[in-house]
DNA sequence: CGCAAGGTTGGACTAAAGTCCAATTTTCGG
DNA sequence: CCGAAAATTGGACTTTAGTCCAACCTTGCG
């Protein structure tokens, strides 16, 4: 039935902590998979696995900022909790800023642990479902040819046919080729559906001057 | 050249805070405007004038965060800058999660303030852009006729005249006549435009079954 | 060199959309 | 009940878009 049952990652210095938060999630049927230091996650974790990620902010080598601040600059989103007993505001609010969806503090009362958690996993659910379709679509326009691409962006615009033709120097019976082509490869039979993936992927329209 | 010059609206209730606060913000040539407490401010802001909040976490009577949450209530967006002296993180984390764009400790240093400020300057510039822009939008929207308007969620999901005629009942025709007046009042002149601007609106195509 | 892919164009239509002018029919509030 | 707004339909076209089949360049690569 799931294929990757979603992973509650930890990544914490204290093996003491490691333990009880694994028996904690594991209590509440969850799936932890535990890590000692920021760098062993970032080395061997596999963005396409979905997942949250709990995060102490105190450890040596990567703090838990910079771990954060390592993935996002690779891209990755997993959702963060930042789990922390010495922490300070200033600190959660830069946490906060750069999109974790949760800022705890230890003792950490194990209700809202499951609680944040459970929202993480939420979270990046539907963000991986928005992410797979954006892969659908790039992939589609990935498949389109320079003239076809060109053509995409002016039919965006709204423009006809026929000024398209003019502005790219060519007749008007090539554009509905390579228009007629274009809506194939992408997948739709009208210029609403047409425009609705395209402001979904961010294919901005040629401007118009 | 500008009608309304941003505004900082400081609450707090201490009025040596208020004093200091406002002779920064004069001598950064930024207009500040005091409130002595929550409700105050409550009463008398217009959310039409543009500007950002500066506003103390612990106060009588309502508390920083609660005049947060009063403000989402009634839809008033402003940035908001919390300056607190004894916060903690939950709070900070509560604040940051419905929306706040900074969370700053008392002392705070001049730059930081300043810093934070124009930031939500920025941002509430381009709110209010982008608010005027959907005001419009929806202005428009609203002197569509029922009928118009159900045309109009068909043409949305890419449905032919001829099939939202079948849908709605009645003759192409008609369709044809409604979907020139809906163009016309949208004013837009293509499909990719009017698909644009509900996009930007929120306008949901009908579900095609 | 020869082939494949991309780009271009023609011809000949079919279908879909939009337009102008007119004319009923409903609907709804005062 | 009356009038205005909304909804509906016809007729007669003009424009646009899309389709099928075919053909002719150009370019890059094995």
């Known amino acids: 039935m799931t294929p990757h ?41 596999d963005p396409t696995q979905p997942g949250c990620l709990v995060l102490d902010v105190a450890m040596p080598g990567l703090d838990g900022l910079q771990l954060q601040q390592a993935l996002i600059t690779r891209g990755c989103e997993i959702p963060i909790i930042f789990l922390t007993g010495h922490g300070d505001i200033p600190m959660s609010v830069r ?4 999109g974790a969806i949760d800022f705890l503090t230890k003792p950490v009362r194990d209700e809202d642990l499951l609680k944040a958690i459970r929202a993480a996993l939420v979270a990046d659910q539907s963000r991986r479902q928005a992410q797979a379709e954006l892969a659908g679509i790039r992939h589609r326009l990935a498949t389109l040819t320079t003239r076809e691409r060109e053509v995409l962006e002016h039919v965006l615009a709204g423009q006809l046919n026929k000024q398209i033709a003019e502005d790219l120097g060519i007749v008007e019976k090539t554009i509905k080729v390579h228009r007629g082509r274009m809506m194939e490869k992408m997948g739709v ?21």
């Open 5 to 45: 049952p979603p992973t509650v990652f930890i990544v914490d210095d204290d093996l003491s902590v490691l333990k009880g938060l694994t028996r904690l999630l594991r209590s509440a049927k969850l799936n932890p998979v535990t890590f000692a230091s920021p760098q062993e996650f970032l080395d061997r974790h």
């Open 95 to 98: 946490a906060m800023k750069r």
């Open 189 to 209: 039979t009208s210029v609403a559906e047409l425009v609705h993936l395209c402001e979904l992927a961010g294919v901005k329209a040629i401007s118009i001057r």
